[in-house]
């Protein structure tokens, strides 16, 4: 038995602290919200964002960041993006030198363009920072449907050990060293979801959907192995197979709020409706500068930041994707 703490109460952090105490572990879950931990406490279950999912009774919850962390094994950082670095100040005079952190949501910081383990490693440089993501959607491992993930680490010492502590009969943990392209796949594959969602929206088809896997598929490798990423990453789970289930699954929050501006809501109307934080928003932007800044093209990404921003219809978006100039679909092959 090992003991962990979850930091973050969201459905992804209820789901996977449904995961680690049913292999056995001590779980303790932190919230800053204290009627979330109140729910929690009085259920076993977080109606809100989880609701259908009981919890086992040996997990234990608190608004006491310091219990969450201290003597633990093992943190799994859960808040969304948005909320890593604030959250990661508050951890740090708590994590003890050698503590292994688990980034498990997927961004990019706007300012500095930092994929979440740098931003944690910079706040709290006594961790061993890794990431845990793959298609997964916290309703289905709710509910212990099989789900395949990847756990990446700079040391493989780090990454099996997070594997065997999660890993299980319907919850499969592969290991990677790639931590940059793992962290560039999950983050940027939210933006493209919202344009899958936007042609879902529209009323399009199979072929469209298809079409912006493929080709966002095509973008985010680009950009990721531009930065010094590994092409095979985009190839796996954290890239192909997190970018189809987002851009498909009923449950992907970035899917639906695309669906809703692609029938003509405004983005704070989809969001508002959605009632979760949607990663790809937030990621949306430094998608963008990173293309600028290392010159690769993502006319995707620059097509949502388009809707999202600068408040162009979805539809006059897709049409210019479209109309784009005449190209290969791979320069480098040759006739």
Request: hydrophobic residues 45%; glycine residues 10%; aromatic residues 4%.
């Amino acid at each position: 038995m090992h003991k962990i703490g979850v930091i973050g109460a969201g459905s992804w952090g209820i789901a996977l602290s449904k995961v680690l105490a049913n292999n056995g572990h001590s779980v303790v879950v932190w919230s800053i919200v204290e009627d979330e931990i109140r729910m929690l406490c009085e259920k076993h279950e977080h109606v809100d964002k989880l609701p259908g999912v009981q919890l086992p009774d040996s997990i234990t919850f608190t608004t006491d960041i310091e219990k969450a962390i201290s003597g633990m094994e093992m943190i799994v950082l859960a808040v969304p993006s948005v909320f890593t670095r604030s959250t990661a100040k508050m951890m740090a005079p708590f994590v003890k030198e050698g503590q292994v952190i688990v980034c498990v949501a997927k961004g990019i910081e706007e300012d500095t363009l930092m994929p979440l383990t740098d931003i944690v490693e910079q706040e709290i440089p006594v961790a061993t920072v890794a990431v845990m993501c793959g298609p997964s959607h916290a309703e289905e491992v709710g509910i212990g449907l099989p789900t395949t993930v990847v756990a990446g680490a700079k040391d493989k010492a780090t990454a099996e050990q997070i594997q065997d502590i999660f890993m299980n009969r319907v919850f499969r943990v592969y290991t990677s060293p790639d931590v940059l392209g793992m962290e560039l796949g999950g983050s940027l594959k939210n933006v493209i979801a919202l344009a899958a969602g936007m042609a879902d929206g529209l009323g399009y088809g199979d072929n469209t959907k298809a079409a912006l896997i493929t080709r966002g598929i095509a973008e985010l490798t680009r950009l990721a192995t531009k930065m010094g990423a590994r092409e095979e990453t985009l190839s796996g789970l954290t890239g192909i197979g997190d970018l189809i289930v987002t851009c498909q699954s009923r449950h992907s929050r970035n899917r639906k709020a695309g669906m809703l501006m692609g029938q003509g809501k405004t983005m704070e109307e989809a969001t508002a409706e959605v009632k979760m934080v949607v990663e790809g928003i937030y990621s949306a932007k430094a998608a963008l500068a990173l293309a600028k800044k290392y010159e690769v093209s993502m006319p995707i990404i620059e097509a949502v930041n388009h809707v999202l921003f600068d408040g162009q219809k979805a539809s006059d978006a897709v049409e210019e994707l479209m109309l784009r100039d005449k190209k290969s679909e791979h320069s480098g092959l040759e006739w």
